[in-house]
């Protein structure tokens, strides 16, 4: 049995699951790592100011990661059933698949430590898994399908 995606409710839901990575992206790096993530500033691990305009640019990126999330639950339903455990998994994955390689290179060879890599990984996991699961939420498949 096939059944079509509803791109809207996939937008829709892709909308709330980029709203809740982008809070905890917000919370993670101004009030966990904050204060780390200045001091490594400071001591020239990180520039002090971006090349270009960052915040808008994660904020929209983080939005299609959203988006992508709730497609990609969309697209698994049917094979590993609805629910908050398939998208819980398509969350997991994707956010280690994300989250995990540059973040171990990172706090090998970076000049900043092992703390704010292992914070941005268990971010990338925690909001993906988090936001994936509210965006399944209203994901509903296309009347008649």
């Known amino acids: 049995m096939t059944s079509t995606i509803n791109t809207g409710r996939v937008i829709q839901g892709g909308l709330l699951a980029g709203f809740v990575i982008n809070l905890i992206s917000m919370l993670n790096n101004s009030v966990i790592v904050g204060g780390r993530l200045m001091a490594a500033q400071q001591a020239g691990f990180f520039i002090q100011q971006p ?23 969309a697209a698994v339903r ?19 698949l994300a989250g995990v390689p540059d973040n171990v290179a990172n706090a090998a060879w970076g000049l900043s430590g092992k703390y704010l ?5 268990l971010e990338r996991v925690v909001s993906y898994g988090l936001g994936t699961l509210v965006g399944a939420w209203w994901y509903k498949e296309a009347q008649g399908a």
């Open 117 to 121: 890599p292992f914070m941005w990984m």
């Open 78 to 96: 049917t094979r590993l059933g609805p629910g908050p455990g398939t998208a819980l998994t398509v969350g997991i994955v994707v956010g280690m």
């Open 51 to 73: 090349r270009f305009a960052f915040m808008p640019v994660w904020l929209i990126v983080m939005f299609l990661v959203g988006i992508g999330l709730v497609w990609l639950y």
